[in-house]
C-alpha cells in the first residue's frame, strides 16, 4: 500500500510492521499491541509536553485526555521530571 501525504504516520507504522513481521522469520510474537503503543506513546507525549513547555492542562487538552491519565501517563514513560 502506497504512503500518502495526507496520512505518513499510518505509511511508517505499516512499513514497521512489515518489517517486524519480517523479521520475526516464523518465529511467535506476542504483545504486539503493547509494543506498537509503547513505541507510538511515548514520543508522542514527549513532542506534545515540548510544544506545550511542559504545561500539562494544555497536554492534555491537546491530547483528549484527562489531566490524571496523562499525569499516570508520563509517569509510566519515566517522563514526569
Excluded: W
Aim: net charge positive.
Amino acid at each position: 500500500m502506497k504512503e500518502t501525504c495526507a496520512n505518513p504516520l499510518n505509511g511508517c507504522v505499516r512499513k514497521a510492521l512489515d518489517k517486524y513481521f519480517s523479521d520475526l522469520d516464523g518465529h511467535s510474537a506476542g504483545e504486539l499491541y503493547q509494543l506498537m503503543l509503547g513505541e507510538v506513546e511515548r514520543p508522542l507525549l514527549e513532542k506534545v509536553i515540548e510544544h506545550t513547555r511542559g504545561n500539562q492542562t494544555q497536554a492534555s487538552q491537546l491530547l483528549g485526555i484527562n489531566r490524571g491519565t496523562l499525569r499516570k501517563k508520563l509517569k509510566q514513560y519515566g517522563l514526569d521530571n
